[in-house]
């Protein structure tokens, strides 16, 4: 009896697709994507650590 191969699954789909301007839309970084074998816990949980940027501080 022959051995079936398994059919290549689909694409995943990204959670998250990011294009980060620095002067106000002028230009753009390339497009960065986030795929949920990418996420660690708390963006799966919904709940996101403080914020760590310099404007911030850690403060939200």
């Known amino acids: 009896m022959a051995a079936h191969a398994e059919a290549p699954s689909a694409p995943e ?3 998250l697709t ?3 301007s620095h ?3 002028r230009t753009y970084e390339p497009e960065k994507r986030f795929y ?3 996420c660690e816990p708390p963006l ?3 709940v996101m650590p403080p914020c760590e ?3 911030c501080g850690g403060k939200r």
């Open 13 to 15: 789909r990204p959670l």
């Open 18 to 20: 990011l294009r980060v």
């Open 23 to 25: 002067d106000s839309g």
């Open 36 to 38: 949920s074998r990418d």
């Open 44 to 46: 799966l949980n919904g």
């Open 53 to 55: 940027c310099p404007r």
